[in-house]
C-alpha cells in the first residue's frame, strides 16, 4: 500500500493526493499546533479559584479511566491546585480497566466522583446491523451515536448543578481526523458536507434512520467540538455560562510525559493484551478498528501518529513501525475481542457471524 512519503496516510485515504515527491495535501495544507501556554492557563485557573470559598469545586474533569484525561484531572489537582469535581460518562460499553483506573485516580487523588449512566447499546445495536447490511466506512462513526451528546451535556448539566461553570476535557488538535467528514464528500458539490452526507447515506441505507433515534442525531450533532469552543448560541441556551476548555489547548500534549506520570504517580494501567494505552477505555473503539482495518486499511491511529510526525514528535520510520507493530498485534486478537465483547452485550449468533466474516474489497 502506498503511503505518503513524509506521514502516514495511505492511498485508501478518501480524497488524498500526493505531489511528485510523494508528499500528500494533507501534510502540505496541515498547520502546526499553537498551545496558548500555562500562562494563559493560569490566568483562566486563578478566574475559577478566586470566587471564593462559598463554592466546593473551581472546576469539572471529565475523566474516562484513559491516559490523557487521567493526566489531566493529575495535574489540575497536585499542580495547579484547584479543588477538582471528577465526572464520569457510562455508557455501558467502558471497560473494565477503565472502570478500574477512574475509581483508583479518583480514590488516589482524593477527588468526589459523579458518574452519569446512559445505555447506548439499543443504538449501537441497530447502527451495527444497518453498517453490516450495507457497509459504508462514513457510517462506522455511528456506532458511537449517543456519546458526544452523553458526554458533554453530562459534564455541562453537572457543572450547573454543583455552581461550576469551567469544564475540563482532554482532547488533543493531534488527535483530530478528516477522514470521517471526507469519506461523505462525493463529488457533489451538493453532498459535499456532513450534514448533506449523512442524509444521503441515510436514503440509500434507511435503516440507520429510525424515527426514535432522530433527536439524538442531532443532539449528538449540537454538541460535537464544533459548537463547544465557545458554545454556539444553542448549547448556550442550554447551558447558560459553562465555559467547556480542552486542557490540552493549553499545555502541550506529550505522550511519553503523560505515560510516565500517571503510571508512576497513579499506578495507571492500560489492558495486557493491548499495546497501545490510547483509546482502550471505551469497548465501542474496537469495533471500529475492525471495521476500518477490514475496509480501507487505516484507522484513526494513522492520523495520530501522521500529526506527531508533522509537529516533530517521532521520526517517520518509527512510527511506521509501531503502526505496523500495533496492527500485526490487533489483527490477531480483535476478531477474538470483538466476539467476546458482542457476546457480553448480547448480540445474536447470526450478527456475530457477519461481523465475523466481514471484508470488503
Same mark, same amino acid.
Given at each position: 500500500?502506498?503511503?505518503?512519503?513524509?506521514?502516514?496516510?495511505?492511498?485508501?485515504?478518501?480524497?488524498?493526493?500526493?505531489?511528485?515527491?510523494?508528499?500528500?495535501?494533507?501534510?502540505?495544507?496541515?498547520?502546526?499546533?499553537?498551545?496558548?501556554?500555562?500562562?494563559? @492557563?493560569? !490566568? %483562566?485557573?486563578?478566574? #475559577?479559584?478566586? $470566587?471564593?470559598?462559598? =463554592?466546593? +469545586? *473551581?472546576?469539572?474533569?471529565?475523566?474516562?479511566?484513559?491516559?490523557?484525561?487521567?493526566?489531566? @484531572?493529575? !495535574? %489540575?489537582?497536585?499542580? #495547579?491546585?484547584? $479543588?477538582?469535581?471528577? =465526572?464520569? +460518562? *457510562?455508557?455501558?460499553?467502558?471497560?473494565?480497566?477503565?472502570?478500574?483506573?477512574?475509581?483508583?485516580?479518583? !480514590?488516589?487523588?482524593?477527588?468526589?466522583?459523579?458518574?452519569?449512566?446512559?445505555?447506548?447499546?439499543?443504538?449501537?445495536?441497530?447502527?451495527?446491523?444497518?453498517?453490516?447490511?450495507?457497509?459504508?466506512?462514513?457510517?462506522?462513526?455511528?456506532?458511537?451515536?449517543?456519546?458526544?451528546?452523553?458526554?458533554?451535556?453530562?459534564?455541562?448539566?453537572?457543572?450547573?448543578?454543583?455552581?461550576?461553570?469551567?469544564?475540563?476535557?482532554?482532547?488533543?488538535?493531534?488527535?483530530?481526523?478528516?477522514?470521517?467528514?471526507?469519506?461523505?464528500?462525493?463529488?457533489?458539490?451538493?453532498?459535499?458536507?456532513?450534514?448533506?452526507?449523512?442524509?444521503?447515506?441515510?436514503?440509500?441505507?434507511?435503516?440507520?434512520?429510525?424515527?426514535?433515534?432522530?433527536?439524538?442525531?442531532?443532539?449528538?450533532?449540537?454538541?460535537?467540538?464544533?459548537?463547544?469552543?465557545?458554545?454556539?448560541?444553542?448549547?448556550?441556551?442550554?447551558?447558560?455560562?459553562?465555559?467547556?476548555?480542552?486542557?490540552?489547548?493549553?499545555?502541550?500534549?506529550?505522550?511519553?510525559?503523560?505515560?510516565?506520570?500517571?503510571?508512576?504517580?497513579?499506578?495507571?494501567?492500560?489492558?495486557?493484551?493491548?499495546?497501545?494505552?490510547?483509546?482502550?477505555?471505551?469497548?465501542?473503539?474496537?469495533?471500529?478498528?475492525?471495521?476500518?482495518?477490514?475496509?480501507?486499511?487505516?484507522?484513526?491511529?494513522?492520523?495520530?501518529?501522521?500529526?506527531?510526525?508533522?509537529?516533530?514528535?517521532?521520526?517517520?520510520?518509527?512510527?511506521?513501525?509501531?503502526?505496523?507493530?500495533?496492527?500485526?498485534?490487533?489483527?490477531?486478537?480483535?476478531?477474538?475481542?470483538?466476539?467476546?465483547?458482542?457476546?457480553?452485550?448480547?448480540?445474536?449468533?447470526?450478527?456475530?457471524?457477519?461481523?465475523?466474516?466481514?471484508?470488503?474489497?
Amino acid at each position: 500500500m502506498k503511503r505518503c512519503s513524509k506521514c502516514l496516510l495511505p492511498e485508501t485515504y478518501p480524497n488524498i493526493r500526493y505531489n511528485e515527491e510523494g508528499v500528500c495535501n494533507y501534510c502540505l495544507s496541515y498547520t502546526p499546533v499553537e498551545y496558548k501556554g500555562e500562562e494563559k @492557563l493560569e !490566568e %483562566l485557573l486563578g478566574f #475559577y479559584r478566586d $470566587r471564593g470559598a462559598k =463554592y466546593d +469545586y *473551581d472546576c469539572v474533569v471529565g475523566v474516562s479511566g484513559g491516559r490523557d484525561s487521567t493526566f489531566t @484531572l493529575y !495535574e %489540575l489537582v497536585e499542580r #495547579y491546585n484547584m $479543588r477538582v469535581l471528577a =465526572y464520569n +460518562y *457510562d455508557n455501558g460499553f467502558v471497560s473494565e480497566e477503565a472502570k478500574e483506573n477512574v475509581k483508583a485516580i479518583t !480514590e488516589a487523588l482524593g477527588v468526589e466522583l459523579v458518574t452519569i449512566k446512559y445505555d447506548q447499546t439499543r443504538y449501537f445495536r441497530n447502527n451495527l446491523k444497518a453498517l453490516l447490511k450495507k457497509f459504508s466506512p462514513a457510517m462506522v462513526p455511528t456506532l458511537c451515536l449517543g456519546c458526544r451528546y452523553g458526554i458533554v451535556s453530562g459534564a455541562c448539566k453537572i457543572a450547573m448543578k454543583y455552581k461550576v461553570p469551567l469544564v475540563f476535557f482532554s482532547s488533543s488538535r493531534l488527535e483530530k481526523t478528516q477522514f470521517k467528514n471526507e469519506f461523505f464528500k462525493k463529488g457533489n458539490a451538493v453532498f459535499n458536507n456532513r450534514i448533506m452526507g449523512m442524509a444521503s447515506e441515510f436514503f440509500t441505507n434507511p435503516s440507520y434512520f429510525k424515527p426514535s433515534f432522530l433527536t439524538m442525531y442531532i443532539r449528538d450533532y449540537f454538541h460535537d467540538d464544533s459548537h463547544l469552543h465557545p458554545l454556539s448560541p444553542v448549547l448556550r441556551l442550554m447551558y447558560g455560562k459553562v465555559k467547556i476548555v480542552e486542557f490540552f489547548d493549553y499545555i502541550r500534549w506529550d505522550e511519553k510525559r503523560i505515560e510516565h506520570t500517571i503510571e508512576k504517580q497513579l499506578n495507571w494501567k492500560k489492558p495486557e493484551e493491548v499495546k497501545s494505552s490510547w483509546r482502550f477505555d471505551c469497548m465501542v473503539h474496537f469495533f471500529k478498528d475492525y471495521f476500518y482495518l477490514n475496509s480501507v486499511g487505516f484507522t484513526e491511529l494513522d492520523d495520530l501518529l501522521s500529526n506527531m510526525i508533522r509537529e516533530g514528535m517521532i521520526e517517520r520510520d518509527v512510527a511506521l513501525k509501531r503502526l505496523f507493530d500495533e496492527y500485526d498485534s490487533k489483527m490477531k486478537s480483535l476478531g477474538y475481542t470483538i466476539m467476546e465483547i458482542g457476546k457480553e452485550i448480547g448480540l445474536d449468533g447470526s450478527l456475530l457471524e457477519k461481523i465475523k466474516n466481514f471484508r470488503t474489497g
